[in-house]
């Protein structure tokens, strides 16, 4: 099946697209429920958001099934796809379809997992948690490392290149939370109320735009 898609090019990087898209589309499924409905168990703060990629945060909110500038990232990348599979040596291929595909099933399964987890908090869930998003890149960076780990066992026993490709995925994805963490300021030794207090004025903010 993986040689199909190397000697279709152009089909290969349609479908890197679409999964980029469903990233997007996921998130944005994912953001509607939290703010209906999860919002009242879960924020995150300094910046209350679910979005981990600093470059699109501040788009989530206006949920867009189309974000211009993530479909055209998602555009160049199908494109770039579609040449590499056409000029690199077949058993690269093997891996770059495994790497690329990974990383965007990887954290589309991540986003449908979270979901699932919102739709099911609607009922038996009480209280509210707080997270600081160093916390929270902590949190999703330890998942993927987990995750890799699996992959790890699973590439030693299939002999796989393309699940090879998926294993470093998973560790780019996992390293990858650890980068961003560092655009997030340290929290303060009197973290607990500060960012209470910096939250609720958030979601205050949140609603009156609403």
């Excluded at 000029?87 to 965007?104: D, K, S, T």
């Excluded at 009922?123 to 998942?143: A, E, F, P």
């Excluded at 490709?165 to 939370?177: D, E, K, M, N, P």
């Amino acid at each position: 099946m993986v040689d199909w898609f190397i000697d279709h090019p152009i089909v290969s990087g349609f479908i890197t697209v679409l999964l980029m898209w469903s990233d997007w589309l996921l998130t944005i499924a994912q953001e509607k429920e939290r703010v209906e409905h999860y919002s009242e168990h879960y924020q995150s703060y300094p910046t209350n958001t679910i979005e981990g990629h600093p470059a699109f945060q501040s788009s989530i909110p206006k949920r867009q099934l189309i974000n211009p500038k993530h479909f055209i990232a998602a555009l160049a990348i199908g494109t770039v796809v579609s040449i590499m599979l056409m000029m690199v040596p077949r058993m690269w291929c093997e891996l770059l379809l495994g790497y690329i595909w990974g990383l965007f099933v990887i954290v589309d399964t991540q986003h449908i997992s979270n979901w699932i987890g919102y739709r099911a908090g609607r009922q038996g869930i009480h209280g509210k948690l707080w997270m600081h998003q160093r916390t929270g890149y902590l949190v999703q960076s330890g998942r993927y490392f987990s995750f890799t780990l699996f992959l790890v066992v699973l590439s030693i026993l299939s002999g796989s290149v393309v699940i090879y490709g998926v294993t470093i995925a998973g560790l780019v994805s996992s390293l990858r939370q650890l980068i961003w963490l560092k655009r997030i300021p340290k929290i303060e030794k009197d973290d607990a109320l500060r960012g209470i207090t910096n939250s609720e004025s958030t979601a205050t903010s949140e609603k009156v735009v609403q």
